[in-house]
């Protein structure tokens, strides 16, 4: 604490704080310049995020492998001789093929609800710094997406439209803290809200006291009114745990969801909701154990002994 | 001279804002990961005057709030930044122990970055902003320090010559 503090630095370090607070009243109040300045900033950004898209896709993968090692490892040995000959072409087209992948998958899911989507590749993953889980998507208002719609990955909802930019949009994802859906469970048709927490796992919230969830029970996406910001239909995650306390009003639970936030690739915005709700054709077919094939040999006995 | 020092500076700190936001957010580190720009933003306020580190916090918050993934309200990071940044050079120029030993600067960027987070969720529970349960948050205030800590010794030498370049260079 050696610096005396003078005047003059005091004084700019009051203007300095004055300013920044006349910033907070004037974003508070909804002044545009700001939110202007904001879009003017991410349209200078987003050609050199979708550049460090493409040229770091080798590292994110291998970052990404290494983060879910512990979960992988039984698949990863048993890929790893297979991959030996393949490696270097699979380090080039390791992450088309992914994207290709979940792009089929997100395409089929749309086409059996008859959702209108738009898909967009995901070129940065949002800072952690300020606590909100976000992705940038490389599509934006020149495609037709607008502000609350519904995002999803090939699995499930992936998230909503937060902002949007000519060429790029910012989708809150689904595991975000402020991020609310109204699910309503399949089959039984009973309704809740879905929160996010910050990881892949969910709160539910039953609103009827006389209604009961259970463990595995799918939940879906119930819409909005004018299908903004939620289409209805759309997966959303299944029960893993059921808090049954005798104080709680009704029930609550935690689900975990459909789409693996950690490797969204591409994604797809839904821009045109379908006609008909899509109902529960939308549910995940449960995971088919592989039938293990036996075999029956039969040995005849040689008349004669063998010498 | 403070003209030529704010030349020299502003394109070090549009770069490295522009390094992160399209290079480090692309990826998604465990705990939270850190950030390169808040780190640079921290290292340079410990080293300068608290003058200069006033104005380096508010040039970094401006950059950050102007970043489409800040959660909170346009000027929450400046005030923050502001605050911070201010803190950490008031408190440690001057004083070769921490300023001239990289150990009591690292100490001091991955404490400010800790101070910083914990203010933003302060700020941001009275200005609104949702940061996540309980749990979460805790995780990434701890992820995000022993990312600071691990990241500083290594740039710091980079940041320090940077510095040491733009405000040591005497005029002929």
């Known amino acids: 604490m050696r610096y005396g503090g003078e005047g003059r630095t005091r004084l700019l370090l009051i203007i300095l704080i004055v300013t920044s607070l006349f910033l907070i009243t004037l974003d508070l109040r909804g002044v545009s310049v700001l939110d202007n300045a904001r879009q003017g900033t991410q349209t200078i950004l987003s050609p050199f995020q979708k550049a460090g898209s493409v040229i770091l896709s080798p590292v994110k993968n291998f970052l990404s492998d290494v983060t879910h090692l512990g979960r992988t490892r039984h698949q990863i040995e048993k890929l790893r001789a297979d991959n030996a000959k393949l490696k270097a072409s699979l380090l080039n087209r390791k992450n088309a093929d992914a994207q290709l992948k979940q792009l089929k998958s997100i395409l089929d899911l749309a086409g059996t609800a008859g959702y209108k989507v738009v898909n967009a590749k995901v070129i940065s993953q949002g800072s952690s710094q300020s606590f909100s889980q976000t992705i940038t998507i490389d599509s934006g208002s020149n495609a037709g997406i607008k502000k609350n719609m519904t995002v999803l990955s090939q699995t499930g909802i992936a998230g909503v439209v937060k902002d949007v930019y000519p060429t790029t949009a910012l989708v809150m994802l689904a595991t975000d803290p402020s991020f609310k859906i109204g699910v309503r469970i399949a089959g039984t048709q009973q309704i809740g809200i879905l929160s996010g927490r910050g990881s892949r796992s969910g709160s539910l919230q039953l609103l009827d006291n006389l209604t009961t969830v259970q463990v595995g029970d799918v939940l879906l996406a119930r819409g909005s009114v004018a299908n903004r910001p939620f289409v209805p239909g759309v997966p959303v995650g299944y029960v893993t745990a059921v808090d049954n306390s005798a104080g709680e009003i009704a029930q609550s639970g935690t689900v975990r969801f459909y789409t693996n936030f950690g490797g969204l690739g591409v994604v797809a915005v839904v821009v045109g909701a379908p006609v008909n709700n899509p109902g529960d054709a939308l549910i995940p077919p449960k995971p088919v154990p592989t039938p293990i094939p036996t075999v029956t040999v039969y040995v005849t006995p040689s008349p004669s002994p063998t010498k | ?172």
């Open chain 2, 1 to 172: 001279m403070f003209t030529r020092q704010i030349s020299l500076s502003a394109p070090i700190f549009l770069i490295i804002y522009l390094f992160q936001e399209a290079a480090m957010n692309q990826f998604k580190l465990p705990g939270g990961g850190f950030s390169l720009f808040v780190i640079f933003a921290l290292v340079w306020a410990v080293l300068s005057t608290p003058e200069i580190a006033a104005l380096t916090g508010f040039c970094a918050g401006i950059l950050m709030d102007m970043s489409q993934s800040s959660g909170g309200p346009v000027g929450q990071w400046t005030l923050i930044m502001i605050i911070i940044c201010y803190a950490v050079s008031y408190l440690g120029y001057g004083d070769g122990n921490i300023n001239g030993n990289p150990v009591g600067v690292v100490f001091f960027v991955v404490s400010a970055n800790l101070a910083a987070e914990v203010l933003f969720i302060a700020s941001g529970a009275l200005l609104g902003v949702t940061t996540g349960s309980f749990g979460q948050v805790l995780i990434t205030l701890l992820g995000n320090s022993a990312w600071t800590l691990v990241i500083t010794p290594i740039v710091l030498p980079l940041f320090s010559y940077l510095h040491n370049m733009v405000f040591e260079t005497r005029a002929l």
